[in-house]
C-alpha cells in the first residue's frame, strides 16, 4: 500500500546522512566515554565538541551555553524548574500560555503545589498570545515568563521577540519551547531576546532521546533535577550519548542549511492543500493564524466528524496524521490548545492535523484530497449531529 506520512510535527523519520554519522558511533572503535582522559575518550569528547559547536552556530550562541538533555521535556523541565528555584528569593511568580505543550503546562502545574504562583496566559482564536496580556500579568514577583516560538496543534507562530524585549526591560528571564519551530523558521537567541530555549533531536530528522536547553550566560540559573557527575559543565550529570548527540549535531546543521527554500517549497504544499480542503469540505474551519504559521503545519476542524474516524479511516488508506483530541488514558478528551481558543467541545473533536516534511510532494497533497472525499461523506452521513444540525431532515 501506498504509505503517506503527514505527522512531522510527532516526530520525523531520522536523516539518511544523520544516521551514516550516529552509525560511526556506534560501531568501531568510537564508543569512549568524553569523561575518560585516553585515546577512546579523547574521540568521544571531540564528537561531543563538534555536535556542540554547529548548534551553537546555528542558534547563535555560545558553546559554554549549550547543554545536551534527553528530549524536548526534559529540556523544558529542567529550565522552568532551574528557573524558578534559582530565583525564588526575588519572587515566586510564574507567566506562562494556555496552549503550551504539557512539558511546559504540568511542570508549571507541579510548582503551584510547591508554593509558586502561576498565570496562565488566554489566547485568542488563533492561539496567539497578546503582548499586552503578557505585560499586565507581571508583577514585582515575576521570575520566569515561558512561551512557545510556535504551537505544535494548531502551527500558530507566538510573537516571541516581543515578549523577549519585554522581559529584558524588566529583568525577567524568559524560556522558549522551540521544539516546533526549529528548522523551519530563523530561531536566533538573541533575535529573540530567550535566556533559556528548548530543541528536540526528532523534531527536525534527529534522533528520538535527544534535546537541548540553552542557557544564556549570566542567567540566574541553576540545574535542580539530576544529581550525578560532573558532565556538560555540572549542569546535567550522565554520561552523554554520544551517537545521539553526533546525530543532533547532524541534523541541526541540515536543517539550518536547507530552511529557506525548503520553507518555501513548504509552504506552496501547505497553502495548496489549505485552499483545497476549504473548497472542497463544507463546515470546516482552517485552526490556528492564517499567515504567521509554520510553513509545515496544516489544521483544521471538521464540523460534526469526530477527529479519531477521520485518522483511523485515512490511516486504512496508507495517510498518517494528527487528530488533536488524542485519546489519553482511555477518556477522549478534545485539545486544551483547540479549547482555549474558544472552540466547543464537539467542535474541537472534530479536530485534523497535518504536518508536512521533506520527503512530501504534490502528489502526496492530491492523493489525501482525492481519498478524503469519500471519507468525509461516509462520516458525516453516519453523524446524528449532521442531521440534528439540518432542521429540515428529521433524524430517522
Ligand atoms: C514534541 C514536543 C515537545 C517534547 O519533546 P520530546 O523530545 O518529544 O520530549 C515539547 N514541546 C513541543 C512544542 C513539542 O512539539
Redesign the pocket.
Known amino acids: 500500500m501506498r504509505r503517506i506520512y503527514f505527522d512531522h510535527?510527532?516526530?520525523t523519520p531520522v536523516h539518511p546522512l544523520v544516521a551514516r554519522e550516529m552509525d560511526h558511533f556506534l560501531t568501531g572503535d568510537n564508543f569512549g566515554n568524553p569523561s575518560s582522559m585516553h585515546y577512546f575518550g579523547r574521540i568521544a569528547l571531540n564528537a561531543l565538541d563538534e555536535a556542540r559547536e554547529k548548534v551553537a552556530r546555528a542558534i547563535g550562541a555560545s558553546t559554554g551555553e549549550i547543554i545536551f538533555t534527553s528530549?524536548?521535556?526534559?529540556s523544558?523541565n529542567m529550565a522552568i524548574h532551574g528557573a524558578a528555584y534559582t530565583n525564588r528569593r526575588r519572587g515566586n511568580h510564574i507567566i506562562t500560555s494556555a496552549v503550551e505543550?504539557h512539558?511546559?503546562l504540568h511542570t508549571v502545574r507541579a510548582l503551584e503545589s510547591h508554593g509558586f504562583d502561576v498565570t496562565i496566559l488566554p489566547v485568542d482564536r488563533y492561539g496567539m498570545v497578546d503582548i499586552n496580556d503578557v505585560e499586565a500579568a507581571i508583577t514585582d514577583k515575576t521570575i520566569l515568563i515561558s512561551v512557545?516560538h510556535a504551537?505544535?496543534e494548531v502551527g500558530t507562530i507566538m510573537p516571541i521577540a516581543e515578549i523577549g524585549r519585554l522581559a529584558q526591560e524588566r529583568r525577567i528571564t524568559f524560556h522558549v519551547?522551540a521544539?516546533?519551530s526549529f528548522g523551519k523558521i530563523p530561531v536566533n537567541v538573541d533575535d529573540l531576546g530567550v535566556n533559556l530555549l528548548?530543541l528536540?533531536?526528532?523534531?527536525f530528522y534527529g534522533p528520538?532521546?535527544v534535546?537541548m536547553l540553552y542557557v544564556r550566560k549570566g542567567t540566574p540559573w541553576k540545574q535542580t533535577m539530576l544529581y550525578g557527575g560532573a558532565q556538560e559543565h555540572m549542569r546535567r550529570a550522565g554520561t552523554e550519548n554520544i551517537p545521539a548527540i553526533v546525530g543532533f549535531g547532524k541534523a541541526v546543521e541540515l536543517a539550518v542549511e536547507k530552511i529557506d527554500e525548503e520553507s518555501k517549497r513548504l509552504i506552496t504544499l501547505r497553502d495548496r492543500m489549505i485552499k483545497e480542503v476549504l473548497d472542497r469540505f463544507p463546515h470546516v474551519e482552517l485552526t490556528g493564524h492564517p499567515n504567521l504559521r509554520l510553513p509545515n503545519h496544516v489544521s483544521f476542524v471538521f464540523r460534526y466528524i469526530e477527529g479519531e474516524s477521520m485518522l483511523l479511516s485515512l490511516d486504512m488508506r496508507g495517510i498518517a496524521v494528527s487528530s488533536g483530541s488524542a485519546c489519553t488514558s482511555g477518556s477522549l478528551e478534545p485539545s486544551h490548545v483547540l479549547l482555549s481558543m474558544g472552540y466547543p467541545h464537539e467542535v474541537a473533536h472534530g479536530s485534523l492535523r497535518l504536518t508536512l516534511g521533506k520527503d512530501n510532494t504534490e502528489e502526496d497533497v492530491e492523493y489525501f484530497l482525492d481519498v478524503m472525499e469519500p471519507i468525509v461523506t461516509r462520516l458525516r452521513a453516519m453523524s446524528p449531529l449532521m442531521r440534528n444540525s439540518d432542521a429540515n431532515i428529521p433524524a430517522e
Request: hydrophobic content about 25%; charged content about 20%; glycine content about 16%.
Open positions: 510535527s510527532a516526530t528530549s524536548g521535556t526534559e523544558d505543550h512539558a511546559v512557545m504551537n505544535n519551547d521544539v516546533q528548548s528536540a533531536g526528532h523534531k528520538k532521546g534535546g
